[in-house]
Nanobody, 123 residues
Framework: QVQLVESGGGLVQPGGSLRLSCAASGRISNYAMGWFRQAPGKARDFVAAISWSGGVTYYADSVRGRFTISRDNAKNTVYLQMNSLKPEDTAVYSC?????????????????WGQGTQVTVSF
């Protein structure tokens, strides 16, 4: 089984930056990884996804150009660099893993999930 642990969340002012990390354990070779977020009173939304076996990435329209998903296979870690943060980016951010490597934009395909890390963008 795969265990995912997110870190790097916190409070940041609008226009600031944060880098989230998702550390994975277990057999994760060729797994696709994704980031999702859920704001208070809102549905869970797709943020970004990346392939472990290649350089393919996908982004939600709301974050494209501001967020960057990347990976470090030696550390078994996926990152989400968030720049030019806006108050509407405030949410709990969770990472997920898909053993079939589909790089999906919907949450149904992801089998493993972390507990999430809180990101708050406010003065």
């Amino acid at each position: 089984q795969v265990q995912l642990v997110e870190s790097g969340g916190g409070l940041v002012q609008p226009g600031g930056s944060l880098r989230l990390s998702c550390a994975a354990s277990g057999r994760i070779s060729n797994y696709a990884m994704g980031w999702f977020r859920q704001a208070p009173g809102k549905a869970r939304d797709f943020v970004a996804a990346i392939s472990w076996s290649g350089g393919v990435t996908y982004y939600a329209d709301s974050v494209r150009g501001r967020f960057t998903i990347s990976r470090d296979n030696a550390k078994n870690t996926v990152y989400l660099q968030m720049n030019s943060l806006k108050p509407e980016d405030t949410a709990v951010y969770s990472c997920a893993a898909d053993r079939l490597g589909r790089i999906a934009r919907t949450f149904n395909e992801y089998e493993y999930w972390g507990q999430g890390t809180q990101v708050t963008v406010s003065f």
